[in-house]
């Protein structure tokens, strides 16, 4: 199948990257189109701008506006503003396509060799679809992970300090930023651009109110996340990660996820004491693609149109590694596909969906597998390559 595929990507139509700029711009004016008179999640996007805008709680229930709350940070009215004054058809749609080419443009510009560039648009494009269906901000979330990583490689910290607080002030999850950390040459200035772009996008919103104001969203913001993480516990639509699946398939809800958390820290964490490794660019992109998929696998508020982050690091997973890929492993991609990206499409069957994916949050199990893997091959695997430095 590596030799089918290969052939496939070897195609020039295939892999002109003229063909996948089409393809990557064309899936959101389809999902933008498809969705703009269903659109809540951009809903609530918008109207955190107006909220924000008339000195309103940004977490409060607005059942006139949309449905659910807000769940983001005060800082993202100013990244949604220009969205949120156009024309709601024109806002949904210029949304999903700036979404889609964040992403695309991260991937381009991430020092990744062009079969691994054109292998993770092709392999993405569907889990892509699914979330701009939702309009997802997750979209931007790989997008925003890739850049710090990329910023970090080209010795550009202040820039992937830059991308790491717009992550965390916006949903928290760009905090992952700073795993790489210690692949920065440039320490000192990493944490001082750190500490400066925290305070920008710490006082950014005082350009609607007062810092009163402010800070009693913040507030408000730790008060929503902290509900929300209990209401995710047995959720069909979040907790769509290895915690979910655990917890829905035990159906026990009086241990603690904290448990689960700190063993996935460890495991996380070992490749960090091969010192030796660091040199090499394929460790280095390794370690990336476990940060993409940590970072849904153990989260409560993951769903199901949020696994384009993971996605995006299955394929750096699979494409990184110096070595050979096996067949288990090929077996292994083929399984993400089929269960994590097309089991809520209608092309899966609805009743295994129905009765077994949704419950049991077994979309995540396939990338549990991968990161798992991608676990031991840190652990013991030999990243050297001659071509890779």
């Not at 139509?13 to 659109?39: E, M, Q, S, Y």
């Not at 510009?109 to 997750?138: D, G, P, R, V």
């Not at 209401?231 to 990660?241: D, H, L, Q, Y």
Request: with cysteine.
């Amino acid at each position: 199948m590596i030799s089918q595929c290969k052939a496939f990507l070897s195609k020039p139509f295939f892999r002109d990257h003229r063909t996948l700029l089409a393809l990557w711009l064309l899936l959101p004016i389809i999902g933008g189109l498809v969705k703009i008179n269903k659109c809540n999640n951009f809903l609530i996007f918008k109207y955190v701008f107006w909220h924000a805008w008339n000195g309103t709680s940004l977490y409060a229930p607005y059942p006139e506006e949309y449905h659910d709350v807000n769940h983001y940070g005060p800082f993202f009215s100013i990244v949604v503003a220009p969205f949120a004054v156009l024309p709601q058809y024109l806002g949904v749609l210029l949304w999903v396509i700036v979404l889609s080419m964040f992403l695309y443009v991260a991937i381009r510009k991430s020092q990744f060799t062009k079969y691994q560039q054109i292998f993770i648009l092709w392999f993405c494009a569907h889990e892509l679809l699914t979330a701009i269906f939702m309009q997802q901000f997750n979209i931007a979330i790989a997008a925003i992970i890739l850049l710090s990583y990329y910023c970090i490689e080209k010795e550009q910290d202040f820039w992937s300090a830059f991308f790491i607080m717009l992550g965390t002030f916006v949903k928290l999850y760009g905090i992952v930023g700073l795993a790489f950390f210690f692949f920065s040459k440039h320490k000192g200035k990493l944490v001082l651009s750190l500490v400066f772009w925290a305070v920008v996008m710490f006082v950014a919103p005082m350009v609607f109110h007062g810092p009163d104001y402010l800070i009693g969203q913040y507030q408000e913001w730790y008060e929503s996340l902290s509900s929300k993480n209990a209401e995710n516990m047995f959720s069909t639509t979040t907790n769509v990660s290895l915690l979910g699946m655990v917890r829905k398939i035990s159906q026990c809800a009086t241990y603690s996820d904290i448990w689960l958390i700190l063993a996935g820290l460890v495991m996380f964490l070992i490749p960090y004491f091969r010192f030796s490794q660091y040199k090499y660019v394929a460790f280095r992109q390794t370690l990336l693609a476990s940060v993409l998929m940590f970072v849904v696998l153990f989260s409560t508020g993951s769903e199901s149109s949020g696994y384009i982050i993971p996605f995006v690091g299955v394929c750096i997973w699979y494409t990184a590694a110096p070595w050979q890929r096996s067949k288990w492993d090929i077996a292994l991609l083929v399984f993400v596909f089929i269960l994590s990206s097309m089991s809520p499409s209608d092309l899966f069957p609805a009743y295994i969906r129905k009765v077994w994916v949704k419950p049991y949050a077994l979309k995540a199990l396939p990338v549990v597998l991968v990161w798992l893997k991608l676990c031991y091959e840190m652990y013991v695997k030999d990243y050297q390559n001659s071509n890779q430095r």
